[in-house]
């Protein structure tokens, strides 16, 4: 599906304005574009957005291919077999995954749930988590790290969690999860498509973590309050996202690794004109603590840049205790299931809060190939003082996978 969105984007944006048009009967958005849609874009949308669902996979239950849960950084294209269940009238939930990437990067799940548990608010679940990560990129820590000093690793790490979500009413949910994150193997960077950059074991020898044989086992627990009134959660038009949350890593080993981290994040949507023109901003900060003599892993600070966050920066350009971020992003309906976006996006990264700044910034504009109520495809092309970067993407930049992955952020993946 990802070629196929490719392929769309760049057919519109070529101008394929000579195919014929349809009736309102087959439309899947009620948004006006400038230019009146082509039938078969509408009709390769809707195709799309029946085959994908709601939330990147097929409805319903049985086998279906899992196209969306690799990090990033994993390369253009990730795919692979998944299935899942709901049984006792839908009350028990079960899904298993399995997914390899262009990079290959490796990935495999599996998740029980009990559903709709105290009269419907609640939900309580587990879920295993294994990923071999081949080429993380690191540049090392501060705001002033060098864009020559590119390095990478390869991470493994398997994490069991349990979880609970207390949805307090359609647009308040109070979430707690609790699990072991099995000791990290960091090692060189492996697989195809490398770029020749040194390893990250090497370069930067004296990072936080680098020089262990072995990582420690963390224990990590978290709590979080979400406030959510977004219309569509895969392409939203109106309403907004605020959320609040703190984690807990304890150190099972040494000790000398605990810490906790604090974020707040919010989103908003404003419609300018009807669904035609619609703004986009974005506000979030990731803050760390620790006790005096302890660090935090490299691989586990907070980072800035890549598709959804510093669009004119690679993939984990900036690593610091600290990191700050502030996006803005004007859309306008080109054909009903097209947008054109504008963007800026600012931030940094900062070993202390009180430093923290918004110097790092970039701009650039990209397409969005949607549904009514589901983003399939974006292109962005963003340009800051290191250079132009384009990324193809899958779902919305403000989509925030981080709400719906349970497991420990490991990598921090921006």
Do not use: C
């Amino acid at each position: 599906m990802r070629i196929v969105s490719v392929a769309l984007l760049l057919s519109i944006a070529a101008g394929t304005a000579s195919a014929q048009t349809v009736t309102d009967d087959d439309a899947t958005s009620t948004h006006t574009g400038l230019v009146q849609e082509p039938g078969i874009i509408r009709r390769s949308v809707t195709f799309a957005n029946r085959w994908l669902g709601d939330n990147g996979t097929p409805p319903g239950d049985g086998f279906y291919a899992d196209f969306g849960n690799m990090i990033t950084g994993s390369g253009w294209i990730s795919a692979g077999p998944g299935y899942r269940r709901h049984f006792s009238r839908d009350r028990v939930f079960v899904d298993g995954s399995a997914a390899i990437s262009w990079r290959t990067y490796l990935m495999a799940q599996a998740r029980f749930e009990l559903q709709d548990l105290a009269a419907r608010h609640l939900t309580i679940g587990s879920q295993v988590r294994w990923q071999d990560l081949t080429q993380v990129n690191y540049f090392g820590t501060g705001p002033n790290s060098l864009k020559e000093d590119r390095s990478a690793y390869r991470l493994k790490n398997t994490d069991v969690v349990g979880y609970g979500t207390y949805q307090v009413n359609h647009w308040l949910a109070i979430d707690g999860a609790f699990g072991r994150l099995q000791r990290a193997t960091i090692s060189s960077p492996t697989g195809p498509f490398q770029s020749g950059y040194p390893s990250s074991l090497e370069l930067f020898a004296f990072a936080p973590g680098v020089g262990l044989d072995t990582q420690p086992n963390f224990l990590h627990g978290d709590a979080a309050i979400t406030a959510d009134t977004r219309d569509y959660p895969r392409h939203p038009t109106r309403g907004g996202l605020y959320r609040a949350s703190v984690t807990q890593y304890s150190d099972r080993d040494a000790g000398m690794f605990s810490f906790r981290r604090y974020q707040a994040e919010g989103l908003q949507f404003v419609p300018v004109r009807g669904d035609t023109w619609i703004l986009a901003l974005h506000g979030w900060g990731v803050f760390s603590d620790t006790s005096a003599g302890n660090e935090v892993p490299f691989y586990m600070l907070p980072s800035l840049g890549g598709h959804d966050t510093l669009r004119g920066y690679r993939d984990y350009r900036f690593h610091d205790r600290n990191m700050l971020l502030a996006s803005a992003e004007s859309r306008w309906a080109l054909l009903s299931d097209l947008d054109v976006a504008a963007f800026f996006d600012a931030g940094n990264v900062s070993p202390t809060v009180g430093s923290l700044n918004l110097k790092k910034t970039d701009w650039g504009a990209g397409l969005r190939l949607h549904a009514h109520d589901s983003t399939l495809g974006r292109l962005d092309v963003g340009h800051s003082v290191e250079g132009w970067y384009a990324f193809f993407r899958l779902e919305d930049p403000f989509r925030l996978s981080r709400l719906t992955w349970r497991t420990a952020d490991v990598p921090f993946v921006p």
